[in-house]
């Protein structure tokens, strides 16, 4: 863990210390810091910048690596109690996968699953579809990845059900994802998975790169496994050159964005050519061995509108909704009640498929929201006294228009702050390059637009800002969800102008969490009491 700071509220009339973490067992001195943040209330703020001190927050912070999700593992009922899965799994080989899976998960440091793959892992491995929905940053791509490899390529058990005999000619495996950097992050998870020797029975489909590379790599290397976005896995498929009929899984990471308009004839086309189809041509047959035939469709994304579940039915086979450590029939989800989960507010159906409905299960829980007023001019330097004042390492802004990002990154290297520029708009190879300087600590704060917010795991990250505001609460928690990844402590600061603190209101109120506001005053933040 990136060493715990804990910011402190001191209320200016009383005096006292009380923590703004829920777990309320934390002291200042247990945890060995200083951190402190004054809170002030909105009249006290002119004092303050007339010089009166403030509390510093601290500017070294120690890291530690995140080895596993910590966190108990609370056994629920389920509501519907169709699954009894292991939800309190200790290991990954209590979930059914095989040893040597557990081996390679052993090996690069994955030693106890976390909720969302306790619940998905034995639910995936009994071959329902699912949906599945957890917050960011919770493993979500060894929930699926993890049964996929039980099954398919060399950690697979051994099974006799009529996949193991004969040469395989088809790919075993599709996996769809929107970005080229979220597929290329997920065929690297794979690749780790499966070791340096076995590196070939995955590959890439994505965008940007050269497409008669791929193919020769398809026809030479036979993978086993596919991972791409959409219009370049359609546009194989419809060149002949994909062989996906006799296809077992089908992917569709982050799915709500895949439903997007732009996706719409790819996503039909590897629907329509991946697998077969649970219940189509032959699927009404129980046996087993029918339904082993029958493609698995898993559907993934922290934010699931009820468009989502409407294509789930349509899509898969008596689907299934695995949310954190819960597993229930898609069939008992209503478009008003966000699913029947208890706590979560509720949500409409829309025909959108972007619909603001995310909950706080979207958002990691060790977030801290803030925003900030300033005028449109300031909103660069008000982001590096606030990178100061946080004493934060690794940062991605966000801007709603690409132009704008050279001139914010222009700004910030005169200050003398590293930073750089990543979009759509820049090659395949300059994108890799900027994210592996990012991820080695060489550039401190990343300029991006949308084309960052889905899916990128940049696990450093601990502080993401907003100097355009998300466009709904969706994109806001896909934002925020880049920092406070599998248990890390994360800020999320929202810099904007007087004339928009009512979409922040309005963005808090839609997520049921509180955005306090601050300023970045003499290298500190200052908490506003509304
Ligand atoms: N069981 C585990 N133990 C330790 N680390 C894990 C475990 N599972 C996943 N991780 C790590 O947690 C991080 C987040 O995982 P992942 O990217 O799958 O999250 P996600 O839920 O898909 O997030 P998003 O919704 O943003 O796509 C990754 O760095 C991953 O390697």
């Known amino acids: 863990f ?11 009339s009383q005096g006292n210390v009380r923590f703004l973490s829920s777990s309320g067992s934390l002291t200042l001195a247990s945890l060995g810091l200083k951190s402190e943040v004054k809170t002030v209330s909105a009249n006290e703020k002119n004092k303050l910048q007339q010089g009166i001190s403030t509390i510093e927050v601290p500017k070294s912070r120690e890291k530690k690596r ?4 910590k966190q108990g593992l609370v056994k629920e009922k389920n509501p ?4 009894t899965a292991p939800f309190a799994a200790k290991s990954f080989s209590e979930l059914g996968i095989p040893p040597l899976l557990v081996e390679r998960l052993e090996k690069e440091g994955f030693t106890i699953p976390t909720d969302v793959q306790a619940a998905a892992v034995p639910t995936v491995l009994k071959n329902h579809d699912v949906v599945i929905q957890s917050y960011t940053g919770s493993g979500k791509t060894l929930a699926y990845l993890l049964p996929i490899l039980s099954r398919v390529g060399p950690l697979k058990e051994e099974l006799s059900d009529g996949y193991e005999t004969g040469k395989k000619i088809d790919i075993e495996a599709v996996i769809v994802a929107p970005s080229r950097e979220l597929g290329m ?7 780790k998975l499966l070791g340096p020797a076995n590196k070939k029975l995955v590959q890439q489909l994505v965008g940007g790169a050269n497409r008669s590379r791929q193919e020769d790599a398809l026809r030479k290397n036979k993978p086993a496994i596919v991972v791409g976005t959409p219009g370049r896995i359609a546009e194989i498929s419809a060149a002949g050159k994909l062989p996906t009929h006799g296809c077992r899984f089908l992917v569709l990471d982050e799915i709500d964005q895949l439903l997007a308009f732009t996706f719409r004839e790819d996503m039909k086309r590897i629907l329509d050519h991946v697998g077969r189809r649970p219940g189509a041509r032959g699927g009404e047959s129980n046996s087993p061995l029918v339904k082993r035939a029958a493609r698995q469709t898993i559907m993934v994304s922290a934010t699931v ?23 229930v029939p898609i069939e008992s989800v209503t478009p008003a009640g966000s699913v029947n989960i208890p706590g979560t507010p509720s949500t409409t159906d829309s025909s959108s498929n972007v619909q603001p409905m995310p909950d706080v299960q979207s958002l990691p829980p060790n977030l801290q929201h803030y925003y900030t007023i300033t005028r449109i001019q300031h909103k660069v330097d008000m982001l590096r006294r606030c990178v100061h004042a946080l004493d934060a390492k690794c940062v991605i802004a966000f801007m709603n228009h690409t132009k704008q990002l050279k001139d914010a990154v222009f700004k910030l290297e005169a200050r003398g702050m590293n930073a750089a520029e990543l ?3 820049l090659s395949k190879l300059v994108r890799s390059t900027i994210l592996k300087k990012f991820r080695n600590g060489e550039i401190r704060v990343l300029l991006t637009n949308e084309l960052s917010a889905r899916g990128l795991d940049l696990p450093e990250c601990d502080l993401v800002v907003n100097l355009g505001l998300p466009t709904d609460s969706v994109h806001y928690a896909h934002r925020a969800g880049r920092t406070g990844r599998l248990g890390r402590k994360g800020t999320v600061v929202t810099i904007c102008e007087e004339s928009e603190v009512f979409v922040v209101k309005k963005l808090q109120k839609q997520l049921s969490l509180s955005i306090q506001a601050c300023e970045f005053s003499e290298g500190n933040l200052v908490i506003i009491e509304d």
Do not use: Y
């Open 2 to 12: 990136r060493k715990v700071t804990q910011f402190t509220r001191i209320a200016p």
């Open 66 to 69: 995140v080895s596993g999700n």
């Open 80 to 83: 519907v109690d169709i699954m």
């Open 185 to 191: 992050q997920i065929v690297r998870e794979v690749e």
């Open 305 to 327: 509108p009820f468009s989502v579940i409407r294509a789930a039915r349509s899509w898969g086979c008596d689907p299934l909704l695995i949310q954190a450590n819960k597993v």
């Open 423 to 425: 979009h759509g708009d």
